[in-house]
């Protein structure tokens, strides 16, 4: 089994910077692909971006150029690094694994971007 727990987030001015981390356990060399979604109050939840094991990343328009995922492998640990923050990027960010076609998803971790 995998198990992840998401951390780092918190409250940031508009324009402002936050990482957050997602780091796993468990079954790490079964795990496929890593990814941010994230849900906005009164919203469902989004894709944010991916990392492959290969390393091949991809972006939601919304967030491109301004966010970066990243892993570690050493730590079994992604991030996502999050810059010129807007109040729209306001949510609970949650990161998910895939292990062996399944979904496997973290607590989450709230980002409020406001002044």
């Known amino acids: 089994q995998v198990q992840l727990v998401e951390s780092g987030g918190g409250l940031v001015q508009p324009g402002g910077s936050l990482s957050v981390s997602c780091a796993a356990s468990?079954?790490?060399?079964?795990?496929?692909?890593r990814a941010w979604y994230r849900q906005a109050p009164g919203k469902q939840r989004e894709w944010v971006a991916t990392?492959?094991?290969?390393?091949?990343?991809n972006y939601i328009d919304s967030v491109k150029g301004r966010f970066t995922i990243s892993r570690d492998n050493a730590k079994n640990t992604v991030y996502l690094q999050m810059n010129s923050l807007k109040p729209e990027d306001t949510a609970v960010y949650y990161c998910k694994a895939v292990v062996a076609g399944s979904e496997v998803w973290g607590q989450g971790t709230l980002v409020t971007v406001s002044s």
């Open positions: 468990g079954s790490i060399s079964s795990i496929d692909v």
């Open positions: 990392i492959t094991r290969g390393g091949y990343t």
